[in-house]
């Protein structure tokens, strides 16, 4: 549980940190549809996720459920799709919201 709230936290942080900074200057920042083709074609990964940061950047998750591997990228409004990370080990979870009330 901890692992998944620390992966959870490192993505949400990377995300931010990418968001904030000139992405598009990065070398990994390519227009959207060859982004997402050649993570279809080479790793099965489709996307999994999809957020809008409150900069308006869109950030995704691509995923394969097959080999677990997976791919985060972030869009600026009119920019190219920028690769925010990647690894291994994706599963695709459901988590109810910890019980809240304090006891009576």
Same mark, same amino acid.
């Given at each position: 549980?901890?692992?998944?709230? +620390?992966?959870?936290? !490192?993505?949400?942080?990377?995300?931010? /940190?990418?968001?904030?900074? %000139?992405? *598009?200057? *990065?070398?990994? #920042? %390519?227009? =959207?549809?060859?982004? $997402?083709? =050649? +993570?279809?074609? =080479?790793?099965?990964?489709?996307?999994? !996720?999809?957020?809008? &940061?409150?900069?308006?950047?869109? $950030?995704?998750?691509?995923? !394969? /459920?097959?080999?677990?591997?997976?791919?985060?990228? $972030?869009?600026?409004?009119?920019?190219?799709? #920028?690769?925010? &990370? !990647?690894?291994?080990?994706? *599963?695709?979870?459901?988590? $109810?919201?910890?019980?809240?009330?304090?006891?009576?």
């Amino acid at each position: 549980m901890m692992k998944n709230k +620390l992966l959870a936290l !490192s993505f949400g942080v990377g995300a931010m /940190l990418l968001a904030g900074t %000139h992405a *598009q200057a *990065q070398a990994n #920042c %390519h227009p =959207r549809d060859l982004v $997402v083709t =050649r +993570l279809a074609e =080479r790793y099965g990964e489709s996307r999994q !996720s999809i957020g809008l &940061a409150a900069n308006n950047t869109v $950030v995704e998750v691509f995923a !394969s /459920l097959d080999t677990g591997t997976w791919t985060i990228t $972030v869009t600026r409004p009119g920019g190219p799709t #920028c690769l925010v &990370a !990647s690894g291994e080990g994706f *599963q695709v979870l459901a988590e $109810v919201l910890p019980n809240m009330d304090s006891p009576a």
